[in-house]
């Protein structure tokens, strides 16, 4: 199973980005899909969860700003976010199941 990743960049504040990550290879069933995130110097942390459900869970630092929604279609998830802040900078990655993808930069400055 490979998940590739993509939609980083350099935003400024206030900004929005949208990431992806598609799922490719034998996947039988898919019980969730999720984004983490490492800053420098810090641990890595979930940022938002969306279960085979639609249920969906967020860390307490993005919500209201952040939305994750799923193409069960094209075993894709995504992560819409809205309001970037330099404390969002890290790199993003993606997590389906027990695999996980190449992190994506997402450096939010002026």
């Known amino acids: 199973v490979q998940l590739q990743a993509s939609g980083g960049g350099l935003v400024q504040p206030g900004g929005s980005l949208r990431l992806s990550c598609a799922a490719s290879g034998s996947i039988f069933s898919i019980n969730y899909m999720a984004w983490h995130r490492q800053a420098p110097g810090k641990q890595r942390e979930l940022v938002a969860i969306?279960?085979?459900?639609?249920?969906?869970n967020y860390a307490d630092s993005v919500k209201g700003r952040f939305t994750i929604s799923r193409d069960n279609a094209k075993n894709t998830v995504y992560l819409q976010m809205n309001s970037l802040e330099p404390e969002d900078t890290a790199v993003y990655y993606c997590?389906?199941?027990?695999?996980w993808g190449k992190g994506t930069q997402v450096t939010v400055s002026s």
């Open positions: 969306i279960t085979s459900a639609g249920s969906t």
């Open positions: 997590n389906v199941n027990v695999w």
